[in-house]
């Protein structure tokens, strides 16, 4: 699986902006897809997760009500909806692919594939 993240940008703060995650292969609908972030100077964290029926999906503590995740199996791609966007939510968002139940839902470990990420920089 090959993914491809855009919609990354310039916002100000208070601002929103849709990413998109598009897959290539015909096995899009058997992962789950999560996206994650990585400020500089910081370690890459947990943003959202959705799993491959799109029925269940997770959040980080602190973006849950601001963040939302979703995807179109149709189009093998996954979206993350970024509202009340902060300076610090300033960073490269990745998408990323895995099988889910091999490890804890937020395990970077547990992720089999990667997109080479979009940068968000949130200006106050």
């Known amino acids: 699986v090959q993914l491809q993240a855009s919609g990354g940008g310039l916002v100000q703060a208070g601002g929103s902006l849709r990413l998109s995650c598009a897959a290539s292969?015909?096995?899009?609908?058997?992962?789950?897809m999560g996206w994650f972030r990585q400020a500089p100077g910081k370690e890459r964290e947990f943003v959202a997760v959705?799993?491959?029926?799109?029925?269940?999906?997770y959040y980080a503590d602190s973006m849950k009500g601001r963040f939302s995740i979703s995807r179109d199996n149709a189009k093998s791609t996954v979206y993350l909806q970024l509202n009340s966007l902060k300076p610090e939510d300033t960073a490269v968002y990745y998408c990323?692919?895995?099988?889910?139940?091999?490890?804890?839902?937020?395990?970077?470990?547990?992720?089999?594939?990667w997109g080479q990420g979009t940068q968000v920089t949130v200006s106050s």
């Open positions: 990323a692919a895995r099988i889910w139940g091999s490890s804890a839902y937020a395990d970077q470990g547990g992720y089999m594939y």
């Open positions: 292969g015909r096995t899009f609908s058997s992962y789950a």
């Open positions: 959705i799993r491959s029926s799109g029925g269940s999906t």
